[in-house]
């Protein structure tokens, strides 16, 4: 079934005694839910888009405070920020002291890396890098790729979430859910993602040009859009830890 021919969801949030009739399927979008990098040009309606969003929003959040903002660029509006940004990515790379300026409000990796993290991040990072055919020490080649980000993958839809600087730490925890909420709708109506945090580097670039307050923090950025099958980017599959490896079960 395409995205478009999906029905329209519940306009509200259903019982608690709600059955789940094909769990299978919600498995599923789970299972296949991956960080696309490569996307066809294909558009996604707006009304696809107000659905993953509106089904997205029953996330749980401390409080029901329901921190997000989110900003919808498609068209013109993507292209201009695709065009400021990328073109900022080339200026630092050939003058990296242009880059001091440029730091992201709030630290998502850790200033050091270390063990099993650093180890999941190399294996992560050369597994890409060897899909793409990029070698250990190719600069300008690892330079391409991670531009790649800025230009939302070639995504049709580029997603910007913001939320209010003056919110407690909970708030990123509950932006997580509503972030895992949209890219498993959004697998839902056969369509793929890529979150991004590649774009908080900009903050004060992008939040301008999409028109954000200045209370407003930059969480991340989402591509969206229909998946290039064709793409070898897209057959990466990365590896997961078993439960037995990350659960104590206590009796």
């Known amino acids: ?28 979008a789970l299972l296949s839910r ?55 990515h080339d200026a630092i790379a050939a003058d990296p002291a242009l880059g001091e300026a440029y ?8 200033e050091q890396w270390f063990s099993p993290y650093l180890d999941r991040r190399r294996q992560n990072g050369w597994s ?20 790649r980000n800025f230009r939302f993958f070639d995504a049709p839809v580029g997603l910007i979430f913001t939320v209010d600087r003056a919110l407690g730490r909970g708030a990123l925890l509950d932006y997580g859910m509503f972030l895992q909420s949209i890219m498993l709708a959004a697998r839902a109506r056969g369509l793929h993602t890529c979150p991004q945090a590649a774009w908080n580097r900009f903050e004060t670039v ?36 078993t439960v037995a490896d990350f659960t104590r079960w206590l009796g």
């Open 206 to 241: 992008v939040l301008p040009q999409v028109g954000a307050g200045d209370h407003e923090m930059l969480v991340c950025g989402m591509a969206l859009g229909h998946a290039d099958g064709d793409a070898p980017v897209n057959t990466l599959r990365t590896p997961r830890e």
């Open 128 to 147: 890409l890098y060897g899909l793409l055919g990029i070698g250990r020490g190719d600069k300008q080649a690892m330079h391409a790729q991670h531009g």
């Open 34 to 88: 991956q960080s696309v990098r490569a996307f066809r040009p294909d558009p996604v309606p707006q009304a696809v888009l107000e659905q993953i969003l509106a089904v997205a929003a029953r996330a749980g959040s401390g409080s029901n405070i329901q921190p997000w903002k989110v900003y919808v660029l498609q068209g013109a509006s993507r292209d201009r920020l695709v065009d400021t940004v990328c073109a900022l």
């Open 1 to 28: 079934m395409t995205a478009a021919a999906l029905p329209d969801p519940p306009a509200g949030p259903l019982p608690v005694g709600t059955v789940i009739a094909d769990p299978a399927s919600v498995d599923a």
């Open 103 to 110: 730091r992201p409000a709030y630290d998502y990796y850790p």
